[in-house]
Each structure stands twice: as structure tokens, then as C-alpha cells.
């Protein structure tokens, strides 16, 4: 069984920060990339910024210069930091991780429940 939990989503007003937080836990092999993906109402999924084992990045254009996405790999776990928050970034935040379970040769994409994030004032 693998889980990723997410947290740190939540209201905050235009300009103002907030910082995601995804911990993947259990029957872990190993990780490859890791991710983060957003919902708006009426919109597909769509890539935020994702992050390779070896630390290199990509993020969507829209967010170039105001999020910064990193990883703790001892801790299996992944970060967004998202700066000058605007009110098209609302939106459900979803981490993703490419990952092997103990004992498998084979690589799996797992997501996580999602967190709510809103810039309103």
C-alpha cells in the first residue's frame, strides 16, 4: 500500500504565500519524478511544476518566478512553495509521484486526496 498525503492549501489573500507539503508513505522502492498538478472548476488537470530524483525542475509558464517546487528524498516527500499568489492560481492542488513498490520492477503513478488552494480577498 503507497499513500501520499498532502497539506498546507488553504485561503489566502492576492500576492500573499502558501506552502505545499506531499509525504509519500509505504511499501516504497524508490521514487522517480514527483509533481504537482491543479483543478480549477471546469477545467482538465493541468502541470504546476515536477521535480526528477535528480532535482531537476519544470514548471508550467503561468507560474515561472512565483512557485518553486523541491524535494526531501530521505523523506519521500515534496514541496511547493508558491509566492505571489494570484486569484486564477484557486484551484485543487494534486501531488503526484512515479514511483516501484517494494519488490516491483514496475513504475506506477500514484496520486494524492488533493488540497484546496484559494486567493481571494
Known amino acids: 500500500q503507497v499513500q501520499l498525503v498532502e497539506s498546507g492549501g488553504g485561503l489566502v489573500q492576492p500576492g500573499g504565500s502558501l506552502r505545499l507539503s506531499c509525504a509519500a508513505s509505504g511499501s516504497i522502492g524508490s521514487i522517480n519524478q514527483m509533481g504537482w498538478y491543479r483543478q480549477a472548476p471546469g477545467k482538465q488537470r493541468e502541470l504546476v511544476a515536477t521535480?526528477?530524483?535528480?532535482?531537476?525542475?519544470n514548471y508550467a509558464d503561468s507560474v515561472k518566478g512565483r512557485f518553486t517546487i523541491s524535494r526531501d528524498n530521505a523523506k519521500n516527500t515534496v514541496y511547493l512553495q508558491m509566492n505571489s499568489l494570484k486569484p486564477e492560481d484557486t484551484a485543487v492542488y494534486y501531488c503526484?509521484?512515479?514511483?516501484?513498490?517494494?519488490?516491483?520492477?514496475?513504475?506506477?503513478?500514484?496520486w494524492g486526496q488533493g488540497t484546496q488552494v484559494t486567493v481571494s480577498s
Open positions: 503526484n509521484a512515479n514511483l516501484r513498490r517494494l519488490g516491483s520492477l514496475r513504475w506506477t503513478d500514484y
Open positions: 521535480i526528477s530524483n535528480g532535482g531537476s525542475t
